[in-house]
């Protein structure tokens, strides 16, 4: 056994590498483990002229677990995975699959319709698909010769010339 001389240096200089490295593999750039280990649910989100539609991977829940509301332009959607039933004389060695309460919401770049909303869930992928509002739909705009205005005054012009005459009075040109 040896004895080594104490330096408190050697301890705050370990400490902030120990935060730097916490910090930079969470915040700067997560792993793609990170979502799930934060009980969030990732999602894709993808648009149309006419909808968005979103795809999550949920995996254990079942139709009846999927709770999905929309307020406004906000879209939530939460699940209730069961754990399974533990059994008499079992003990886990190593349990990594998910359950618990997870949602998820995402605020959409424009409105929708919800009344109109679809949602369907295959093989543990639950696809939403929510159909645009009018108002954030593209339209199209006609656009117009730049001579329309002359055609106006014109016919303005011709609808006073037969007024005057009428009542025998020159047109004021």
Do not use: C
Not at 41 to 58: N, Q, R, W
Not at 85 to 104: I, Q
């Amino acid at each position: 056994m040896s004895i080594q001389r104490w330096d408190p240096w050697r301890d705050i200089v370990s400490l902030r590498e120990a935060m730097n490295s916490l910090l930079e593999e969470s915040f700067v750039r997560p792993r793609a483990g990170m979502v799930a280990m934060t009980g969030g649910m990732a999602l894709d989100l993808s648009e149309t002229d006419d909808a968005y539609m979103i795809k999550t991977t949920v995996p254990g829940a079942k139709p009846e677990d999927v709770d999905i509301s929309v307020l406004g332009d906000t879209l939530r959607i939460a699940v209730e995975i069961k754990a399974d039933e533990e059994r008499e004389g079992e003990k886990w060695l190593v349990r990594e699959r998910r359950f618990g309460h997870f949602e998820r919401t995402v605020t959409l770049p424009s409105s929708v319709k919800p009344d109109e909303a679809q949602a369907e869930f295959n093989n543990g992928i639950l696809t939403v698909t929510l159909p645009k509002a009018e108002a954030a739909r593209p339209r199209q705009i006609q656009v117009r010769a730049g001579g329309s205005t002359e055609t106006a005054r014109a016919i303005d012009v011709e609808s006073s010339a037969d007024s005057s005459a009428d009542t025998g009075e020159q047109p004021e040109s």
